[in-house]
């Protein structure tokens, strides 16, 4: 049985290795993430660790998401594709860990080459396993859109609100570091926004950034003191690396975005790449954590392995 939308560019949707998925926090302001996604049932499902769940907490208590579908790489497929951007509901799985964490080893043997030979070792997953913990996210779709590169997004998709909820915060000034790290992103960054509706929403941008304000080149009709995130990020190989970093903030009246956070941004060379000293240094302290975890909670260990029918 398929869910409410067909999405009719179910062969960009299905092959793309990287989709960028935007949440809504408390505030009712959006966080966009690029992540691994699948398409399962006329759903588009996703996993975020079980030790870092805000993606999947933030879609549990709104489950008003949107997924973009804009960077081709690894994926066999060409810059010529249209840009896909997919309005729907989010539907939490976050009770069976041991389950929900086959569910991914399974999705990384499959779709992640640069994992396939590390994760049919054992001891290896064993090293993982805080990593591999997973809670799931399935967006069952509600509309899809979908447009030229070159082209302005749809009609639908060029207003902007702002949640009653959002109070812009104090604008921060962006440290010089980010200057230099910025010219590693080759494609356009992505802008997440609310649309006239409320619903999230998300499009690529031409941004010129300034350590105080940033000058966005889109059609959108920007609103004052509407939230928006500004997300940069890059596929290395097959997934041999996922680095990304975010400027969340707000529109000024000149439709300037005034930064407010910087979030995920590390400055390192190789940010999370396999064989970083930075992500070797998180796969342990997750796996220090774990246990805990599950044992606070009154769960049962996880045990990292593949499901029954793919081993």
Not at 48 to 60: D, S, V, W
Not at 93 to 104: A, G, K, P, S, V
Not at 106 to 122: C, E, G, I, N
Not at 270 to 289: A, F, M, P, T, Y
């Amino acid at each position: 049985m398929r869910d409410k939308c067909d999405m009719d560019r179910e062969d960009i949707i299905g092959s793309y290795k990287l989709a960028e998925l935007v949440t809504l926090t408390r505030d009712g302001s959006p966080v966009c993430w690029p992540m691994l996604p699948g398409l399962e049932r006329g759903r588009i499902v996703f996993s975020t660790g079980y030790l870092y769940p805000t993606k999947a907490r933030n879609a549990q208590r709104d489950p008003r998401v949107a997924v973009l579908f804009s960077d081709p790489s690894a994926s066999g497929r060409c810059d010529d594709d249209p840009l896909v951007l997919v309005q729907g509901r989010a539907e939490v799985l976050d009770r069976d860990i041991q389950r929900n964490t086959e569910r991914y080893v399974d999705q990384l043997m499959r779709k992640a080459t640069a994992f396939r030979l590390m994760l049919s070792v054992p001891w290896i997953r064993h090293a993982m396993a805080g990593y591999l913990a997973r809670i799931w996210i399935e967006v069952v779709p509600d509309r899809q859109d979908v447009w030229a590169r070159a082209d302005a997004p749809p009609p639908s998709l060029r207003g902007m609100s702002r949640p009653a909820a959002f109070v812009p915060r104090e604008p921060i000034v962006l440290p010089p570091d980010v200057f230099g790290w910025l010219p590693r992103y080759t494609r356009p960054p992505v802008l997440a926004y609310l649309d006239r509706e409320g619903r999230p929403a998300a499009v690529r941008v031409q941004a010129a950034v300034r350590p105080d304000r940033i000058d966005v080149s889109c059609c959108l009709q920007t609103v004052e003191g509407a939230p928006a995130c500004l997300t940069y990020h890059r596929l290395i190989g097959n997934y041999r690396g996922n680095d990304a970093f975010l400027i969340r903030g707000h529109f000024d009246a000149a439709g300037g975005l005034v930064p407010e956070r910087l979030v995920g941004y590390g400055g390192t060379a190789d940010d999370r790449e396999l064989g970083s000293v930075k992500l070797l240094r998180l796969i342990k302290g997750w796996g220090k954590q774990l246990p805990a975890r599950l044992a606070a909670q009154g769960r049962p260990q996880v045990v990292a392995r593949p499901s029954s029918r793919s081993r």
